[in-house]
């Protein structure tokens, strides 16, 4: 799986701070945020998590390029989406049932910060602010989901009038 890197919280906090996700992010609330926070290395081809299992965590691509993808009985894996370098991915982890919905792999060694799923939640529980706030930029993440999926149906029915 993901091998830890041990990193300062302060270089945590740093990395947060700039990621695209989080640089107008409240900083009391990115504090919170910093404390289910971790930074893992993961090798060009490996796993990070399959469909259907549980969604624990969520991932924040400092480097490198992650590769989102279902997987279809007569296309085999089908990438939906293709991320790098200021991209997230796992935001299952705030949606139950808290399953994955694709595969995620790395397609070139890659730098991630993971923040830890049932610490998030219960975090965004006790502070509904936090949770808003996460909320919207989830919810991001979602309409960009959804819009690179239909750019792909509309290219594939494209190729075949």
């Known amino acids: 799986m993901t091998k830890t890197k ?15 996700l989080f640089t107008d992010f409240p900083r009391p ?3 919170a945020i910093a404390d289910t926070a971790s930074e893992v290395e993961v090798h060009a081809g490996q796993t990070i998590f399959r469909e259907g299992d549980e969604a624990d965590r ?4 400092i480097e490198g390029s992650v590769v989102l993808e279902a997987f279809s009985l007569h296309y085999g ?13 796992g935001w299952s982890v705030l949606v139950p049932p808290h399953r994955w919905r694709l595969d995620a792999r790395a397609t070139t060694d890659s ?10 939640r219960a975090k965004c529980e006790t502070n509904p602010e ?18 690179a999926v239909r750019r792909q ?4 029915q494209a190729r075949t009038w």
């Open 29 to 31: 609330h990115l504090e």
């Open 111 to 120: 730098r991630l910060i993971t923040l830890d799923g049932p610490s998030l």
């Open 6 to 20: 041990p990193s300062p919280a302060s270089s945590l906090n740093d990395l947060l701070t700039r990621h695209p």
């Open 58 to 61: 969520f991932y924040l691509i």
């Open 77 to 89: 894996a089908v990438a939906v989406q293709s991320l790098a370098g200021g991209d997230v991915f």
């Open 153 to 156: 149906l509309l290219e594939r």
């Open 130 to 147: 936090l949770g808003y706030e996460l909320l919207k930029r989830f919810a991001m993440l979602l309409d960009q989901r959804l819009y």
